[in-house]
């Protein structure tokens, strides 16, 4: 069994994100996991970002291709955009359950940026006016208190340095596959999230098999490692 991790929209450093919770879930579990890189945020060629949802989604298939041809199964985790990326991905063989985080399951022909247009309270995003763009009008604090606000300070100067631009592509693309039916599926609703609303959250919850709600903001798997080995765990014994 493995674990693929498929981070959120405008940051890099997948790793980096999942950290806390892969060591903790590969000390009590033995199973290791690995954060996918997406071309879309410029990890796959240093310094170039490339493509969008559909390079993305090409990027997760590859990384599952592998799973499938070593004989193993994977457990994918898509947190926020990441759930876009899954559902452009398709149907695999080689999984075996989906985990989303504050997360989307969209059906097919939305756009990430046509399923989060109806949020009262939009992140702000800017357009860079060269194929990317970008979260604008934030700085450490401010962008602290809306996406980590149960994090320590040093946590969210870390998050903040992982911030980066991202194709335009990835948002305006629509998807042409719903790779999350007909596949068994948790939702982690965090109920504190100040990112992604408790309803839109609810909205997509209500689309997977199981839904479990959190006490977190919009990282869980930052700020509350616990409990969100806890739900793989309990998944696993499914």
């Excluded at 000390?27 to 071309?39: E, V």
Aim: glycine share 10%; net charge negative; hydrophobic share 45%.
């Amino acid at each position: 069994m493995e674990l693929i991790f498929v981070h959120g929209a405008l940051v890099r450093d997948g790793e980096w994100w999942w950290r806390n919770t892969a060591e903790r879930l590969e000390g009590s579990t033995g199973i290791r996991s690995r954060a996918l890189a997406l071309p879309s945020c410029g990890e796959t060629v240093p310094g170039e970002v490339a493509g969008g949802l559909v390079a993305d989604a090409a990027a997760l298939r590859s990384a599952l291709d592998d799973v499938a041809a070593a004989g193993s199964e994977a457990i994918v985790v898509g947190h926020s955009y990441g759930g876009t990326v899954i559902a452009e991905a398709g149907r695999h063989p080689a999984v075996r359950h989906l985990l989303y985080v504050s997360s989307y399951l969209p059906e097919v022909g939305l756009a990430q940026g046509a399923i989060i247009s109806g949020e009262a309270d939009p992140v702000s995003i800017a357009d860079n006016g060269d194929g990317t763009l970008s979260v604008a009008g934030y700085d450490t604090a401010s962008f602290g208190a809306r996406f980590l606000q149960d994090a320590d300070a040093d946590t969210q100067l870390e998050a903040w340095q992982r911030v980066t631009a991202q194709a335009v592509a990835s948002f305006v693309t629509p998807t042409t596959a719903a790779g999350w039916k007909g596949v068994d599926s948790t939702y982690l609703v965090c109920a504190d999230d100040r990112s992604t609303s408790i309803d839109l959250q609810r909205l997509h919850a209500a689309r997977a098999t199981h839904s479990v709600e959190l006490p977190t903001g919009h990282h869980p798997f930052i700020t509350r490692p616990d409990l969100v080995v806890a739900e793989i765990t309990a998944l696993l014994g499914r």
